[in-house]
């Protein structure tokens, strides 16, 4: 589920739509947390079904580190690519703010890290990254990890909208990681290879 302070609007018509803040969203805040409405697929489900499903899933699903196509059932589905995203996936099936969204700002991911399948040429941003490739959490693990470890710091200093929607489990664990019981897992965990079954 994304986070409640967004909405879809039109972003242009190289890019089409996009989930936008309707009020300030502080760096830290966690912006959306897969949830039991979220549908997820195999790769055997995808391969049956009808090709214009197929370019669908590959349209509005990301895949997660045991392959799977996931499916948000919300807007979360229309967060769009950028090489500057505000926002990061942790390795507890939440994303969180790495920086203050201000409102009637785009939130964004770098899809670099939800394993796509084919690598892509992303809208120009003046970064070194012009396009997107399967194996980029290889690559920017490290980058990325050093920004969740800045902003997760923030979780229990804000309210949480979509805390309640994380498992027991991952509350409890992202408890420990605040107390300094546990450590961070990396964005790494998230990394899925076709050649690793």
Not at 17 to 32: L, N, Q, R, S
Not at 39 to 50: I, R, S
Not at 144 to 149: G, P, Q
Request: aromatic share 12%.
């Amino acid at each position: 589920m994304i986070h409640p302070d967004t909405e879809v609007r039109f972003i242009s018509e190289e890019i089409g739509y996009g989930i936008v803040a309707t009020k300030f969203i502080p760096e830290g805040t966690i912006t959306w947390v897969q949830d039991e409405l979220d549908q997820v697929y195999t790769p055997e489900q995808v391969a049956e079904m009808l090709p214009f499903t197929q370019e669908m899933i590959d349209k509005f699903t990301f895949r997660n580190n045991k392959g799977n196509y996931v499916l948000c059932w919300d807007t979360a589905k229309y967060v769009n690519h950028s090489f500057n995203s505000n926002c990061l996936s942790t390795a507890y099936d939440f994303e969180i703010a790495i920086r203050d969204i201000q409102p009637g700002e785009e939130l964004t991911d770098d899809y670099g890290y939800l394993n796509v399948t084919e690598a892509f040429k992303a809208k120009d941003e003046g970064t070194s990254r012009t396009t997107v490739y399967p194996d980029d959490l290889l690559n920017f693990h490290k980058e990325w990890d050093v920004k969740l470890a800045n902003s997760f710091k923030r979780l229990n200093q804000i309210p949480q909208a979509l805390e309640s929607l994380l498992p027991q489990t991952t509350q409890t664990t992202v408890k420990q990681i605040l107390r300094g019981e546990k450590k961070l897992d990396s964005i790494l965990k998230l990394y899925y290879s076709e050649k690793v079954k």
